[in-house]
């Protein structure tokens, strides 16, 4: 029996919000229920397992972080795209953490099919790349980086690891800084080869 006022919708928006409360990796469908006054039973209905909710998470999650990237660096291009976007990213991931240590799951392309948000990420930062004079295999490459040093960054601050009395907003602008330049001067495939 389909339990009134629960739905898929609904219930991975819950999900979202306990993630930002108590942390991604304690959602649970058995907590989920819990939070509904219902049994695990009543939520098969709407959602396959633990695995499914999750991905509904990280997907949600994606899609909000990219709705708030792509308002930021509308009419942007180049160090102020970069920053723009780099600023969005972090500032969702202060923001959500839960929802955000979502966005760091891995997804296989059947359960990423359809998703706008994903679709859009891509755009996003592949329009920011080119903007660089990048094309492929570097937009790769370059995206890569930029997703390991805000990863990096964030996660670090999210577990208070900056313990230097250096303010750490300060640190994140000159880091954006350095990743423009970097940018601007990425190495070209016949240096590369030279090595």
């Known amino acids: 029996m389909v339990r009134a006022g629960l739905s898929a919708v609904r219930l991975t928006e819950a999900a979202a919000e306990m993630a930002d409360e108590v942390g991604?990796?304690?959602?649970?469908v058995s907590a989920l229920a819990r939070?509904?006054?219902?049994?695990?039973?009543?939520?098969y209905s709407h959602v396959k397992n633990l695995r499914d909710l999750r991905v509904r998470v990280a997907l949600l999650a994606g899609e909000e972080m990219t709705e708030r990237i792509a308002?930021?660096?509308?009419?942007?291009?180049?160090?102020?795209a970069l920053?723009?976007?780099?600023?969005?990213?972090?500032?969702?991931?202060?923001?959500?953490?839960?929802?955000?240590a979502a966005t760091q799951m891995r997804?296989?392309?059947?359960?990423a099919a359809g998703s706008v948000g994903l679709r859009r990420s891509i755009e996003l930062t592949h329009g920011m790349?080119?903007?660089?004079?990048?094309?492929?295999?570097?937009?790769?490459?370059?995206?890569?980086?930029l997703r390991a040093t805000f990863?990096?960054?964030?996660?670090?601050?999210?577990?208070?690891?900056?313990?230097?009395?250096?303010?750490?907003?300060?640190?994140?602008?000159?880091?954006?800084?350095a990743?423009?330049?970097?940018?601007?001067?990425?190495p070209s495939r016949r240096e590369e080869s030279t090595r």
């Open 24 to 28: 991604f990796e304690h959602v649970t």
């Open 35 to 43: 939070r509904f006054g219902v049994k695990d039973a009543s939520l």
């Open 71 to 80: 308002i930021a660096v509308a009419g942007r291009a180049g160090k102020e």
């Open 83 to 100: 920053v723009a976007f780099a600023d969005a990213y972090r500032r969702y991931a202060l923001d959500h953490p839960g929802r955000y």
């Open 107 to 111: 997804i296989t392309p059947e359960e």
């Open 129 to 145: 790349l080119h903007a660089y004079g990048l094309a492929e295999p570097d937009v790769t490459d370059a995206g890569r980086l």
């Open 151 to 177: 990863h990096g960054y964030i996660h670090l601050e999210l577990g208070e690891g900056f313990n230097h009395p250096r303010d750490v907003q300060e640190s994140w602008s000159r880091s954006l800084d």
């Open 179 to 186: 990743l423009h330049v970097l940018l601007e001067n990425w």
